[in-house]
């Protein structure tokens, strides 16, 4: 089975920029499948924030319009998301995770990691 | 995007004794729904996709129906492990969206 480990700054300044890795190990990154970042602040429910495909090919959620960059790292089998212009708002767990197929369910998820913005 | 909206936001049910939670689509998302169960300072876990089908090493208490806007998941025999949260995600149409969640708590 594909697991995912996130990895990242857990204290983030406002005004600044969120950066997280997600590793991927037990498959291939530049094989198949979407890989996504999906977040969830302290006491309420899980939000899409946007993925990519193995060819590169991305898409946002557009309630987070242009702050929001995901990449790819063939090399060393990992994703990155990176969010800027962060407010308190954005504070959260990040999770990673991957589905099959585009519009699909995310079979594996990633421990999540809690990026706090705050000066 | 599709509003997904959970009911009850709470339910109190006592071990043993089965539960049903509800998931309802702003609009028809077919079959495209997925259940997860998430515990506290854990990630989501998958139980169920396409509506009915198990996720693999899902106990077969775990049982979902529904298409269309309706779904429910059904679990039977209350173990303790069960009590937790639980999301349902429509990826019907993009953006994929997640209900507000549903905490099954022991009464």
């Known amino acids: 089975q594909v697991q995912l480990q996130e990895s990242g700054p857990g204290l983030v300044k406002p005004s600044g920029t969120l950066s997280l890795t997600c590793a991927v190990s037990?498959?291939?990154?530049?094989?198949?499948?979407?890989w996504s970042w999906v977040r969830q602040p302290p006491g309420k429910g899980l939000e899409w924030i946007g993925e990519i495909y193995h060819s590169g090919t991305n898409n946002y959620n557009p309630s987070l319009g242009s702050r929001v960059t995901i990449s790819l790292d063939t090399s060393k089998n990992q994703f990155s998301l990176n969010l800027s212009s962060v407010t308190a708002a954005d504070t959260a767990v990040y999770y990673c995770a991957t589905s099959e197929k585009w519009l699909g369910q995310f079979d594996w998820w990633g421990q999540g990691t809690l990026v706090t913005v705050s000066s | 995007e599709i509003v997904m909206t959970q009911s009850p936001a709470t339910l109190s049910v006592s071990p043993g004794d089965s539960a049903t939670l509800s998931c309802r689509a702003s609009q028809s998302v077919s079959s495209n729904l997925a259940w997860y169960q998430q515990k506290p300072d854990q990630a989501p876990r998958l139980l169920i996709y396409?509506?009915?089908t198990g996720a693999t090493g899902i106990p077969a208490r775990f049982s979902g129906s529904g298409s269309g806007t309706e779904f429910t998941l059904t679990i039977s025999s209350l173990q303790s492990e069960d009590f937790a949260v639980y999301y349902c995600?429509?990826?019907?149409?993009?953006?994929?969206?997640f209900g507000q969640g549903t905490k099954l708590e022991i009464k």
């Open positions: 037990g498959g291939s990154i530049s094989g198949s499948g979407w």
């Open positions: 396409g509506a009915s």
């Open positions: 995600q429509q990826y019907n149409n993009w953006p994929v969206t």
